[in-house]
């Protein structure tokens, strides 16, 4: 077991005890590995990088319509409560000579999710980062999350969606593109 790890699960005892939990009974004896593993993974994406997520599934290609991958699951935590957030994004960009492997587009949208975010933050970083990476003539994110900081300390109304959006290039000069977009992902299947 790694020092990292076992750091963690001293942690997760102390947290137990300070919740007023007994870590000695049985149905906990295992909470604290189990939270620490948990973490590990949900916080991942801070150990990947996007070179070796795009793997060269850059290509050249003349296509130049818009392309969209909708419906994107997602899944991450907030910053100000260590609380999950999660629900559906939109990713579209339209290329200028370069496209890049439909299945990199969810993968860079985990990345981003598997660390402490805001979802604002997160919608740009998604953006910027295609952008950076395909030079197209715009890209448009769209998030759509449920916050659990909000419905289970019942901030907010239950069903309530948080959406945020990050536009660049043709999305956000071009309103008939932005249009053609958001008409896209409100679609019903
Ligand atoms: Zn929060």
Same mark, same amino acid.
């Given at each position: 077991?790694?020092?990292?790890?076992?750091n963690l699960?001293?942690?997760?005892?102390?947290?137990?005890?300070?919740?007023g939990?007994?870590?000695?009974?049985?149905?906990l004896l295992?909470?604290?590995?189990?939270?620490?593993?948990?973490?590990?993974?949900?916080?991942?994406?801070?150990?990947?990088?996007?070179?070796?997520?795009?793997?060269?599934?850059?290509?050249?290609?003349?296509?130049?319509?818009?392309?969209?991958?909708?419906?994107?699951?997602?899944?991450?935590l907030?910053?100000?409560?260590?609380?999950?957030?999660?629900?559906?994004?939109?990713?579209?960009? #339209?290329?200028?000579?370069?496209?890049?492997? $439909?299945?990199?587009?969810?993968?860079? &949208?985990?990345?981003? !999710? =598997?660390? %402490?975010?805001?979802?604002?933050r997160?919608?740009?970083? #998604?953006?910027?980062?295609?952008?950076?990476? $395909?030079?197209?003539?715009?890209?448009? &994110?769209?998030?759509e !999350? =449920?916050? %659990?900081?909000?419905?289970?300390?019942?901030?907010?109304?239950?069903?309530?969606?948080?959406?945020?959006?990050?536009?660049?290039?043709?999305?956000?000069?071009?309103?008939?593109? =932005?249009?053609?977009?958001?008409?896209?992902?409100?679609?019903?299947?």
């Amino acid at each position: 077991m790694n020092k990292d790890r076992q750091n963690l699960e001293k942690l997760i005892e102390q947290l137990l005890i300070e919740i007023g939990e007994d870590p000695k009974r049985e149905g906990l004896l295992k909470t604290p590995s189990r939270v620490a593993a948990a973490w590990e993974f949900l916080a991942n994406g801070y150990q990947r990088d996007i070179n070796s997520i795009i793997n060269d599934a850059i290509f050249k290609e003349s296509y130049d319509e818009m392309v969209t991958v909708r419906d994107i699951e997602f899944f991450s935590l907030c910053e100000h409560h260590l609380l999950p957030f999660f629900g559906k994004a939109h990713v579209a960009y #339209i290329p200028d000579g370069k496209i890049i492997g $439909l299945s990199k587009i969810p993968r860079i &949208v985990e990345m981003f !999710g =598997r660390r %402490l975010q805001v979802q604002e933050r997160m919608t740009k970083e #998604i953006a910027e980062t295609l952008n950076d990476v $395909l030079q197209p003539k715009g890209v448009a &994110v769209v998030l759509e !999350g =449920r916050h %659990l900081c909000m419905q289970m300390r019942g901030v907010e109304k239950k069903n309530s969606y948080a959406t945020t959006s990050f536009m660049v290039g043709l999305f956000r000069e071009d309103a008939r593109t =932005r249009k053609e977009f958001l008409d896209i992902i409100s679609m019903k299947n």
